[in-house]
């Protein structure tokens, strides 16, 4: 019944005011949660566990806008996307955050209407092959000949025929709309090589029936930043994803964890005083439109950004990811969070 | 007396004899019936070395070699691909549909909640089977309960948000549940709808008869991914910002439509079987045109094309399967993906069983109906022949 | 209407009164003001509707910034494709990787449709065979397919073809040194030389000379009642003309024969795993259909002519094919026509196997892109005309075997 009045309603305002208001805040406030889009099932950035609770690093930072917003992180809902519907899915508002190991680039900036908010993991394109069935392959310049399977509509797909070309090596594209179905083809023997963001191999090589037999080339063939992003024209939204993200980094840099927040509120630090909103008259969180505390809540949620990281791809996960360029800048990382203050 | 005459007609009966033993018994029949001629015979050795060739193997897979119990993949691996089983070995392995047959059934709704699809199918069968009866009673109030009533109780039960039903949204549907969902709210409104659009195409109005007419055509001349395509790419953008339709009603819209447009073909096939005399008769009786569509002409066009109406409504079943194409995930797409998104049964035999399981529930459904259907016309068929 | 009508009376007062008062009070029941009412307010709700939807959509595509028009189809694709008909590379426009997919899905729809005729046709006749066996064979397959899914067909064939089918290293060797594995099929490719044309003249010679020779076979038989092997000569003509050409042009023929290569067989035609998983699964699903077609036609036709035929002395194959089956066909052709429809449709499923048909292609250009719109408009205009192409055809074919009353 309600469904029917929202769509009367919005039948009527269509025909009389043109568009709805444009202020995703508030209508994630009303709503009473955020609704994030994820990768359908992806270890360690997305995917249902045993219980089929959401898991992953770009499911937790989708907790954690949830816990910059309401103060709690389990106030968010996902809605698991193909890598075709990702982009409608995001313009139609029927996501308000899409944070599915979507590749920055200027065309999704610009043509497809996007607003990166941040790289929340630094990719780059690799590929695997089956080291029982393949002997002696062990760079990806020999893969002339080869038939290569991935998924169709991803940064992937386009940067697996530049690299060819520029190598001039022959290939045969074997392009999948899915992703799991990019895996079976490759488990069944329909490729000799399978290539995604190399993230993606570490997870995909777990999948596969015989994990062990397959190896991950060495060679990185691009830049793959993932990140999350929200639609153009609404930088009140925009702001609150980008310093949510900026917020985990300085929680790491800082030192603050899940564990010590509170302890760290009483800190003499000005900084981190002015970062957890204890600072006397402090407006960095209302001026965002959010509450002063809301770093606290980010971390009390989901923790810092290295926790995640360790959690759903580093060490404390199957996929046992190094940090490399995802380590902070102090450590010798790219990540690097926009000073708070 | 002429008997006595003719001496060489018998006084008395031949005692019958039995029939030639060519003619009789199981050699008869198979000669008969397997090598009648020389061609037959070629044929029938063709056919049952083909048979002879293939049923063992396909039984060994199925039941003797299968795999019956286990916890995971290693159950149904060979030795060298690290499990216990005879190298070369093959055969189902059936565990791994028991683990995940919750889903299958279900999808990912709350196992706390489950009670609820089955309470829904309970009632949908308590009604389905009296209204499929013919004898059974109280045709009316049935069919009124099943199209009009039930759709609201099942809407209750499963979405729920009521009367301390917890709320279960529809991302987390699936499985056959959602298969049977989809089909329900097909057929539903694709049977009215279809009716309507029938009659449009033999209105008397231009604009109308035209209206339909490109519907009709322009669904029909399309494949169904793309009608689903557009349900879940172009609806969002027909609409104001910030509203958005839950996946599951896309499709719904999707499949009711196309499904509408098939319905409207069937639909016209009966109308243009009903005699002239049946509209002149109404019209003479002063009844109005709904009124001698739903009196006379209705009821008369459905029951010829009753068998019509359920092979689209097997075709209606069989298509809700492309809903997985727009990353839905009814029955065979669960089975899909517990094949290739989880490591647990990832095994060389897994994505066999997936769909072997999924193809039987599917023929078991469409040849239930066709079976019906065929029932149907027979029973409907009895006057019209000697 | 009514409105005009009274005016142009207006004249003739006494007798026009009462009839232009009746009809006042019948406008509500006026059959026709009432339709052209109707009509006039469903024209009105779909023009707001419409234009409700125009307007959302214009606007939504501001806000996200998507630029509409055809424009994008001259873009550079930069991704490649499986197979294509026509040369292609990441080099090419999205335009031409729309025309790779069309190309793509009109062979798999042709090659399928042909292969469901036969293979439909055969188990048709099978189902009406005297042989128990051969009956009960037919049966079992007609039920088994008619019910399951195609999608689930399609999937169920390509999990067949990858898994029964050796890897590239146990490649089956068949004859004329082709090779089957999980890669495809495998062919020798023929390579063309000089003079190659004296062979496309041949046929083509041949087959005029064979229509000719029907021709002139047919007007003899009306004429004299004598028959002429027309099948046989056809036959030694369209083979013997090209074999002549063939012979003078010196041999113009070498074979590009497929090798092993470090990763797959390189050189020759390769029919693709996909491919052939998509024509299997569509050829053997329609085929359930069309066989019960079949077999209706051929139950429609009445005994009386089997009987008649076996009265004049024609062999039951003559008499099937020469008296039963035409007339079956009559029945035939309308349902044949609506399969041959769901086939062509059927295709889009490739998406699920990674064929690149026209839907697997739209949808990645779609998502390359944003282009929602123009790729459905692509879409709808390609497959109404597929099937508008398919009905004229039929309705054509229909037309011809349609009885002629002479």
Known sequence: ?341 | MQEHDLAWVRTEMALAQAAPSSAVGPGAWVRRNLFASPIDSVLTIMAALVIAYFLPQVLNWLFFNAVWSGADRTACLTTDQGGQLPSGWTGACWPFVEARFGQFMFGRYPIDERWRPILTGVIFVALLVPLLTPSAPFKRLNAILFFAVFPFVAFFLLVGGYLGLPYVETPLWGGLMVTLVISYVGIVVSLPLGVLLALGRRSKMPIIKMLSVIFIEAIRGVPLVTVLFMASFMLPLFVPPGMSFDKLLRALIGVALFASAYMAEVVRGGLQAIPKGQYEGADSLGLGYWQKMFFIVMPQALKLVIPGIVNTFIGLFKDTTLVLIISMFDLLGVVKQSISGDPTWATPQTAKTGYVFAAAIFWIFCFGMSRYSMFMERRLDTSHRK | MPVRLSKGNNMATQEVLPAERSERVSLLHDPRARSIFFQVLIIAVLALGGWWIVDNTIENLRRSNIQTGFGFLNGRAGFDILTSLIPYSSDSTFGRAIVVGVLNTALVAVTGIIAATIIGFLVGIGRLSKNWLIRKLATVYVELFRNIPPLLVILFWYQGVLSLLPAVRESYSLPLGSFLNNRGFYLPRPVWGEGAWLVLAGLALGIVFSLLVSRWARARQMETGQQFPVFLTSLALIVGMPLLGFIFAGFPLTFDMPQKGTFNLTGGANIKPEFLSLFLALSFYTAAFIAEIVRAGIMGVPRGQTEAYSALGLSPSQGLRLVVIPQAMRIIIPPLTSQYLNLTKNSSLAVAIGYPDLYAIGGTILNQTGQAIEVVVIFMCVYLSLSILTSLFMNWFNGKMALKER
């Open chain 1, 1 to 341: 019944m309600n469904k029917v009045k929202v769509i009367l309603g919005a039948a009527v305002l269509g025909l009389f005011a043109g568009a709805a208001s444009a202020d995703t805040l508030d209508d994630v406030k009303k709503k009473g949660f955020v609704q994030c889009g994820v990768n359908t099932g992806l270890a360690g950035f997305s995917a249902p566990n045993d219980k089929g609770e959401w898991t992953g690093l770009d499911v937790d930072f989708c907790r954690a806008v949830a816990a910059a917003v309401f103060g709690d992180a389990t106030k968010v809902k996902f809605t698991p996307l193909s890598a075709k519907d990702r982009f409608t899915a995001l313009q139609s508002g029927e996501v308000d955050i899409l944070s599915r190991n979507t590749t920055w680039t200027i065309n999704r900036d610009t043509a497809l209407g996007l607003n990166f908010a941040g790289v929340t993991y630094y990719d780059g394109q690799g590929f695997m092959v089956n080291s029982k069935k393949l002997p002696g392959i062990t760079s990806t310049l020999q893969l002339s000949g080869a038939a290569i399977c991935v998924q169709s509509g991803t940064t992937t797909e386009l940067n697996l025929a530049d690299y060819f070309k520029a190598n001039k090596m022959e290939y045969t594209p074997v392009v999948f709309e899915k992703f799991e179905e990019a895996n079976a083809a490759y488990d069944a023997g329909r490729c000799d090589a399978y290539t995604t963001d190399q993230s993606g191999l570490y997870a995909v090589r777990l999948q596969m029936s015989a994990p062990d037999d397959h190896v991950v080339l060495p060679e990185i063939i691009s830049k793959e930043p993932l990140g999350p992003a929200v639609r153009q024209g609404d930088d009140k939204w925009f702001d609150i994803v980008k310093w949510t993200y900026y917020a985990l980094l300085n929680a790491e840099e800082a030192g603050v964890t899940q564990a010590n927040v509170e302890e760290m509120k009483s800190s003499e630090n000005p900084d981190m005083r002015r970062m957890l909103g204890v600072e006397a008259d402090t407006k960095i969180g209302t001026d965002l439109g959010l509450t002063n505390d809301w770093v606290v809540n980010i971390v009390k949620g989901v923790g810092n950004y290295g926790e995640i990281f360790e959690r759903n791809v580093g060490t404390g996960s199957p996929l046992k990811v190094s940090r490399g360029a995802n380590a902070l800048w102090t450590k010798g990382g790219l990540q690097y969070g926009m000073p708070i203050r």
